[in-house]
């Protein structure tokens, strides 16, 4: 399955939304929007709306804890992951490829682009287990429907 395919089930899903923050927001107010919106990371926007990066809780909580600088003056910008940083995926790339770049590179989630370099959308580490596991049930069940029948012939009693 390719990331396209992935992002057009969220789409009929409706949860294909990419959220972001600006980048002077505070640690503070981004840690609140990740709660209300229950997302794990937001992309990093400039005034003009170009994307500067990507934050999620990990980098904030990792990058804050005992710093002694409370989250309301720690500015989103200082704990981002930087656009020149970021790993990002494209339509046509395989989940199971994405899954290992996200394995290995121990993040969650990555942003995909399209053949025009425009962001289509975020997938995340959960979207692809997810997927996985409704891949693993259908195979699971054609293999019990194999094995209570395995020639596929319904032999029908006559009725007397």
């Known amino acids: 399955m390719l990331a396209q395919e992935i992002l057009n089930k969220k789409k009929e899903q409706g949860n294909h939304k990419v959220?972001?923050?600006h980048k002077d927001t505070s640690a503070f107010d981004a840690v609140a929007k990740l709660d209300e919106l229950k997302?794990?990371?937001l992309l990093v926007i400039n005034s003009d709306d170009e994307i500067m990066g990507i934050v999620s809780e990990k980098d904030i909580?990792?990058?804050?804890?005992?710093?002694?600088?409370?989250?309301e003056d720690r500015?989103?910008?200082d704990l981002m992951t930087p656009k020149d940083d970021l790993i990002i995926g494209k339509l046509k790339d395989d989940i199971s490829y994405l899954r290992n770049i996200m394995t290995d590179k121990r993040?969650?989630?990555?942003?995909i682009i399209d053949e025009s370099n425009n962001l289509a959308g975020i997938i995340s580490i959960g979207d692809i287990i997810k997927n996985e596991l409704e891949l693993t049930e259908s195979e699971a069940k054609l293999l019990r429907e194999h094995i209570k029948n395995p020639f596929g012939i319904h032999l029908y009693q006559k009725e007397e």
């Open 75 to 77: 500015k989103i910008e």
């Open 61 to 71: 909580l990792y990058k804050c804890y005992n710093s002694g600088i409370p989250l």
């Open 19 to 21: 959220y972001t923050v």
């Open 107 to 111: 993040i969650r989630h990555i942003p």
């Open 39 to 41: 997302v794990g990371s």
